[in-house]
C-alpha cells in the first residue's frame, strides 16, 4: 500500500512524516520512523501516527510471538512449554532438564564450577561470568543458588580448595 504524498514547496514528501514534523514542530531525525498505529498507511490523523525507532519499526509490523511447541534439547520431542515458560523452556520434561544440566556441569571442571560460585558470591555480574565461561546467565544463577556440587561435601571441599 502506497502512502500518501503531499506537494510541499515543490518538493514531495510522505504526508505522515510531513504531519509528525509539524506535530513536533521540528524535522524528524534520520533513526527516527512514524508509524500508522491502526496499521492503515492512509490514516494519518494525528492520533493514529507515533514517532518509532527504525530498528523497532519492525517490531510493530510482525511481533515476537512466543513459541506454543518447541524441541526438547536434549530428546528431540516436540514439546509445549508451559505457558509463562514459553520462552526459557528448553527441555520436555524433569528427565530430560536433569540430563540438560548434567551436561552443562561436565562442560566445565569442577574447580571452574568453584570459581564461578565464589565470583559471583563476591558480586562478579551474571553477565560478565556467562561470558567468560559460555554458559548462559541462567546457569550462573542456578549454579549459585546449588553451590558448585550436588554433593554438600564435595561443595564444602570444593570452596575450601578455592
Ligand atoms: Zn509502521
Ligand atoms: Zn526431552
Redesign the pocket.
Known amino acids: 500500500m502506497k502512502y500518501k504524498k503531499r506537494d510541499i514547496n515543490g518538493r514531495t514528501v510522505s504526508e505522515h512524516r510531513f504531519l509528525m514534523e509539524q506535530h513536533l514542530g521540528r524535522s524528524l531525525h534520520p533513526d527516527e520512523?512514524v508509524?500508522?498505529i491502526n496499521g492503515n498507511k492512509l490514516d494519518n490523523r494525528i492520533e493514529n501516527l507515533v514517532v518509532?525507532a527504525a530498528r523497532d519499526?519492525g517490531l510493530?509490523?510482525h511481533p515476537p510471538t512466543l513459541p506454543v511447541e518447541k524441541n526438547c534439547v536434549v530428546c528431540g520431542r516436540l514439546f509445549r512449554p508451559h505457558k509463562t515458560k514459553r520462552r526459557r523452556q528448553q527441555t520436555c520434561d524433569w528427565k530430560c532438564r536433569n540430563v540438560l544440566i548434567a551436561q552443562r556441569k561436565r562442560r566445565l571442571g569442577e574447580d571452574q564450577l568453584a570459581d564461578i560460585f565464589l565470583r559471583r558470591k563476591s558480586g562478579e555480574p551474571l553477565s560478565s561470568l556467562a561470558r567468560e565461561f559460555g554458559v548462559s546467565k541462567t546457569y550462573v544463577s542456578w549454579l549459585y543458588r546449588h553451590g558448585p556440587s550436588r554433593n554438600k561435601r564435595m561443595s564444602d571441599r570444593l570452596l575450601a580448595k578455592a
Open positions: 520512523q508509524h500508522h518509532v519499526h510493530y509490523h
